[in-house]
C-alpha cells in the first residue's frame, strides 16, 4: 500500500513537471486582485503572505484562494508563501487546532474566485496572470515582469 501512494505521489509529480515546463510562462505568473475603493493600492509580498497565512498586517483584507490542485495555488505558495502545500496545510492545521486563526475561503474556479471578490469588498485573491479582470478590481501585485 505504502508504495503504491509513493509511486502515485511520484508519477502526479512527475506530470505536473511536464506540464509546467510545457505551459506558457504566463501560466507561471500570477496576479492578486482586491475590491478596494483605493485604486493606486499596491501590496508587497510581505503583505500578501502576511494575509493569506493570517498574520496580522496593516491592510484588513479578506483573502480568498484557489483549492491546492490548481497551477495558480502552486505558483502562490512557490512565489509568494515560500511554503510546500504540505507545509501549508501543517500550519492551518495547527491554527485551527490552537483558535488561532481560519485558512481562506477556497473557491474551485477561476471565473467563480473573480465573481466572488468582485461582489465582496474588502476581498483579495490570487488569479492566474493570463485571467480578464474586472476594471472595477485592483491588481495589488503581480509577479509577471512589466
Not at 501512494?5 to 486582485?33: C, T, W
Not at 510581505?46 to 483549492?67: C, K, Q, T, Y
Amino acid at each position: 500500500m505504502q508504495i503504491t501512494h509513493s509511486l502515485r505521489k511520484l508519477l502526479v509529480a512527475s506530470l505536473f513537471g511536464i506540464y509546467a515546463i510545457n505551459a506558457p510562462a504566463q501560466e507561471h505568473d500570477i496576479m492578486v486582485v482586491a475590491n478596494i475603493d483605493n485604486q493606486t493600492v499596491k501590496l508587497d509580498k510581505v503583505d500578501i503572505r502576511n494575509l493569506f497565512m493570517g498574520n496580522a498586517s496593516d491592510v484588513v483584507l479578506e483573502p480568498v484562494s484557489l483549492p491546492p490542485q490548481t497551477l495558480a495555488r502552486a505558483v502562490f505558495n512557490t512565489k509568494i508563501i515560500g511554503l510546500t502545500e504540505s507545509r501549508i496545510q501543517s500550519y492551518w492545521s495547527q491554527m485551527r487546532f490552537s483558535g488561532r486563526s481560519r485558512p481562506p475561503r477556497e473557491i474551485s474556479a477561476v471565473d467563480e474566485l473573480i465573481s466572488y471578490v468582485s461582489s465582496h469588498k474588502d476581498t483579495v485573491a490570487f488569479v492566474p496572470a493570463s485571467a480578464d479582470i474586472p476594471a472595477h478590481l485592483t491588481v495589488v501585485y503581480s509577479t509577471a515582469k512589466m
